[in-house]
Structures are given as structure tokens and as C-alpha cells.
């Protein structure tokens, strides 16, 4: 009988004899990116690989080398190489690779990414921390929510790219991504943080000028929303201070065209806004303003005799006393520069106290 190691030299022989050229050709690179690796010569496994990649026709062994390049990018931790490499493998061979796990790589990746890594921009000086590569947090992470927007990691990644927007002054984009945790994952552990970071974006931005007040309603209610769902949460005071000064801001603006239309002789027209001031935003620092300018111009009205309590719009925080002090010794004659020949103690130390009983 033929011995089982002949066979399998012999089928290896006649496989290498059938194989084109250039797929021949990406076999040995392939064969030399192995010696490499095994070397923990990654980068340059890695440059071989592609190599092979270039010179394959047959698929399987194209599919291969891009397999190979991923887990040897990943290895010298050039993680943005690593990530071109895995969107080919997604984009070429959707169903003859693991996409739910290369899908999950991606977003290791990009969670990498958008909490502030960095490939080095120049291989041989990646020892040197402040020479990085440009910034492909935007790149990835938006790509990586394409691939798979309703994934476990989605909510988590959306939540830190909105954060990552907000610190690069890219507001829409930040408040997109916001409302997309709000509506799409309403389960999930990150939608109290959406909330509170829509409410706050939305409430600043109504500050700077609104024009009809769109961007203010919104955040009030947003922050409503916050109120309804996490009543014990500790952001609740601070949340409660932005509903009452959106109030002033929703207020305020209606009394400006109360006012306007009042100028201008539309006096039923400055009565309507007048009257949704009261009825909507009674507790505002606006309502009493209102109330004088609507009884001048309804005598029929009648005003209320016990409107709503002006809440403070401070946060206020508890009062602690300074502690005492720890040392009884205040000032020793070597620290004063020559003004004091005795120590001078601290009559009102505790320690002080105690030995005068």
C-alpha cells in the first residue's frame, strides 16, 4: 500500500501543476507571508499579501490574502489598514466570509476610533506618540453604522460619535445621531444620555437665536421626555432648570411679538399671543409682563389673583463650613523671613482648646 504521505505530496504536486500562473505566483507569496508572520514580521507579511492578493484569478485565494492582510494589520496595530481590507472583504464576499463577525471587528475598530486612537503616520517613528496619521474617526464610524445600523453596539458608538461631534463644533451631525438613538433603540441603556444631550444641545442653540422657536419647543420637549422617563435621576435638577429657562426663552419671544403687533395697531393678534404666554407658560419670567399689557388691551380680562410661583432658575447647592485646620503650628520663625523669633500657634485649633481644659 501507498504510503499516506506520498499521496498527499503527490495531490499537492498536481495541484501546484494544474493552478495558473499567477495563482501559482500568489501561492508562494502567500507561502512567504507565512515565514514572515511567523516571524512576527507583520507589516511586511502584510505587504506581501497584498501582493498575493494582486496577483491571484481565483477567488478563493483572493478572499485569502485579504483574510491573511486583515489578521496581520491587525496584528503591527494599523488599524485603518486593517479596516480597508475588512470593507473589501465585505463588499466582494458578502457570503463567503463571516460577516457578522467582520462586522463586529469594524466596529471594535471604529469604537477605537471615536475614543481617540490614532495610527501612526510614519511606520518607522510610531514611538513618537504626537506623530499620527490623520483623523478617520468620521470615515469609519459612519461606514461601520451603514453596514449594520441596528447592531448591539450601535446605540454605544452613536452616543460617543455625537459626543465626538459636539467637542468638533459639528452640531447637525451630532444632534442626527442623537435623534437616531432616541427613535431607533428605545431599549437601550444609552437613550437617558441621548436624551439629556439632545435636550442640551437643542436648548443652547435655541439661545443663540431660534427664529420661530422650532429648535426650543423640541428641547422642552425632549426634556420632558427625560422628566417622564428617569424622574429620579440625578441630572433632574439641572433638567428642571433648562424646562424653566426654555419656558423664559418660548415666553419671552412670544411677548416680543405681542409687543410688535401691539405697535403696529393688530391688537386682537397681540391678545392671541398674550393669552398663550399665560396659558402655556405661566410660571415664566415673562407671564407678569403679559398679564399688565393684556389688561390694557382687554378690559374684559381679569387677572388671576393667585398666579403660579416664580421658581429660581440657580441651582442651588448645599452650604459645608470651611474645615478646620489640621496644624496648630501656623507659621515657623525659619519661614518668616526673619520677622518672628517664636512660632506663631493657632489659639482657636482644637488642640488649643483642649489643653487650655
Not at 245 to 264: P, V, W
Not at 325 to 341: D, F
Request: proline letters at 6%; hydrophobic letters at 40%; charged letters at 30%.
Amino acid at each position: 500500500m501507498m504510503d499516506v504521505r506520498r499521496i498527499l505530496l503527490i495531490a499537492v504536486l498536481l495541484a501546484a501543476w494544474t493552478l495558473p500562473a499567477d495563482d501559482a505566483e500568489s501561492s508562494r507569496l502567500a507561502t512567504e507571508a507565512a515565514d514572515l508572520a511567523r516571524a512576527r514580521e507583520w507589516r511586511d507579511a502584510a505587504k506581501m499579501l497584498e501582493e498575493a492578493e494582486f496577483t491571484a484569478e481565483t477567488p478563493l485565494l483572493k478572499l485569502n490574502s485579504l483574510l491573511g492582510q486583515a489578521e496581520a494589520w491587525r496584528r503591527c496595530g494599523l488599524l485603518f489598514r486593517e479596516y480597508e481590507v475588512i470593507e473589501k472583504i465585505l463588499k466582494h464576499y458578502p457570503t463567503r466570509c463571516d460577516f457578522n463577525y467582520w462586522v463586529k471587528r469594524e466596529y471594535e475598530i471604529a469604537q477605537a476610533f471615536v475614543t481617540g486612537y490614532r495610527d501612526p503616520a510614519f511606520w518607522y517613528l510610531r514611538f513618537i506618540p504626537w506623530l499620527t496619521d490623520e483623523d478617520r474617526t468620521e470615515t469609519v464610524a459612519e461606514n461601520v453604522l451603514k453596514h449594520a445600523p441596528f447592531a448591539a453596539a450601535a446605540p454605544e458608538l452613536r452616543l460617543r460619535l455625537a459626543f465626538y461631534y459636539d467637542e468638533k463644533g459639528k452640531i447637525d451631525k451630532a444632534i442626527r445621531h442623537l435623534r437616531a438613538i432616541i427613535k431607533d433603540y428605545p431599549e437601550a441603556s444609552q437613550q437617558k444620555y441621548a436624551l439629556l444631550a439632545l435636550g442640551e444641545m437643542l436648548y443652547f442653540l435655541s439661545r443663540k437665536g431660534d427664529g420661530d422657536g422650532r429648535l426650543n419647543r423640541e428641547a422642552l420637549e425632549v426634556f420632558e421626555d427625560f422628566r417622564k422617563h428617569y424622574p429620579g435621576a440625578s441630572e433632574m435638577p439641572y433638567v428642571d432648570k433648562c424646562i424653566l429657562e426654555g419656558k423664559d426663552i418660548q415666553s419671552e419671544r412670544m411677548l416680543g411679538i405681542a409687543q410688535f403687533y401691539n405697535r403696529t395697531g393688530r391688537k386682537q393678534a397681540a391678545q392671541q399671543y398674550l393669552n398663550r404666554v399665560l396659558k402655556e407658560y405661566p410660571d415664566s419670567l415673562s407671564a407678569a409682563e403679559s398679564e399688565r399689557l393684556l389688561v390694557k388691551l382687554d378690559k374684559e380680562y381679569t387677572p388671576d389673583e393667585f398666579p403660579p410661583e416664580i421658581k429660581p432658575r440657580l441651582l442651588s447647592s448645599p452650604r459645608r463650613a470651611i474645615p478646620d485646620e489640621g496644624q496648630i503650628l501656623l507659621i515657623a520663625p525659619e519661614n518668616s523671613n526673619g520677622r518672628y523669633l517664636l512660632p506663631i500657634y493657632d489659639l482657636k485649633s482644637p488642640q488649643q482648646e483642649k489643653d487650655k481644659k
